[in-house]
C-alpha cells in the first residue's frame, strides 16, 4: 500500500530563510507526486506537481521540489521565505488510477516570523 | 477556473442529528471526493464517486454515507452525529480519464461542530 510521511509537523522560521519541508513516500509503483498548500480557513490549493522528466519542479511562487527514485523523497524548498508562505503544506501521492484517488501526508505547518 | 462549492463553511449540530454535507462542482469532473481533516492525522478519504450513482469506501467510512445523483453533485450524510465527528470536512473533484496525473481541485470546507 502507498503512504506518505511529512517528517515535520511543525517548521518556525524567520522571514527570507530558507526553508525545507520534508516528503517521503512508499510506493511498488510508479506515482505521481502533489504539494498542497491551504492557507487559514481555506481549502487545498495545488502548489506543484510531479509526473515525468525533469526531476525539478517549480511553482509560480518561488517554491521547487525534487523527486528522487531512490530515496523516495519529494522534499519542498523555498530559498526566502515570506510571510505570506505561512500556511499548511501537504505532501501527496496519487496511484495513477483513473479514479485520481490521492492519499496525503499529515501536513506541515509552515510559520514565517518577521 | 474549476469551482468547488461546498454550502456551509460552518456547522453546529447536536448529537444523534441527521447532517447533510453538500459540494457542487461546476467542471463537469467524474469523480468527487469527501475527506476529513484533522490536526496530525492531515486528510483522510471517506468516500469517493467515479460517476453518478457510482461510489466506494475510502479508508474511513464508519458512520457515514454519500449520495451522487447528479454529476456536479455529492453529498456526505451523517446518520445519527456523534461529538467525534467534529472536523473539517473537505470536497474535491477531479477530472479523471487521465491516469492520476491530473490534480483534485478543493472546496473551502466545511467546518462541523457536533455538540
Known amino acids: 500500500a502507498q503512504s506518505v510521511t511529512q517528517l515535520d509537523s511543525q517548521v518556525p522560521v524567520f522571514e527570507e530563510a530558507p526553508v525545507e519541508l520534508r516528503c517521503n513516500y512508499s510506493?511498488?509503483?510508479?506515482?505521481?507526486l502533489f504539494w498542497y498548500v491551504q492557507y487559514p480557513n481555506q481549502g487545498l490549493q495545488l502548489l506543484l506537481k510531479y509526473l515525468s522528466g525533469s526531476t525539478l519542479v517549480e511553482s509560480i511562487n518561488g517554491f521547487e521540489a525534487e523527486f528522487n527514485k531512490s530515496q523516495t523523497s519529494f522534499h519542498l524548498r523555498k530559498p526566502s521565505v515570506h510571510i505570506s508562505d505561512t500556511a499548511e503544506y501537504f505532501c501527496a501521492v496519487s496511484e495513477g488510477s483513473n479514479t485520481d484517488k490521492l492519499i496525503f501526508g499529515t501536513g506541515t505547518r509552515l510559520q514565517v516570523f518577521p | 477556473d474549476v469551482k468547488v462549492t461546498q454550502s456551509s463553511r460552518y456547522l453546529v449540530k447536536r448529537t444523534g442529528e441527521k447532517v447533510f454535507l453538500e459540494c457542487v462542482q461546476d467542471?463537469?469532473?467524474?469523480?468527487m471526493f469527501w475527506y476529513r481533516q484533522d490536526p496530525g492525522l492531515g486528510l483522510r478519504l471517506i468516500y469517493f464517486s467515479y460517476d453518478v450513482k457510482m461510489k466506494e469506501k475510502g479508508d474511513i467510512p464508519e458512520g457515514y454515507s454519500v449520495s451522487r445523483e447528479k454529476k456536479e453533485r455529492f453529498s456526505l450524510i451523517l446518520e445519527s452525529a456523534s461529538t467525534n465527528q467534529t472536523s473539517m470536512y473537505l470536497c474535491a473533484s477531479s477530472p479523471g480519464g487521465a491516469g492520476g496525473r491530473i490534480e483534485a481541485f478543493f472546496g473551502q470546507g466545511t467546518r462541523l461542530t457536533v455538540v
Open positions: 510506493s511498488s509503483v510508479s506515482v505521481y
Open positions: 467542471m463537469d469532473h467524474e469523480n
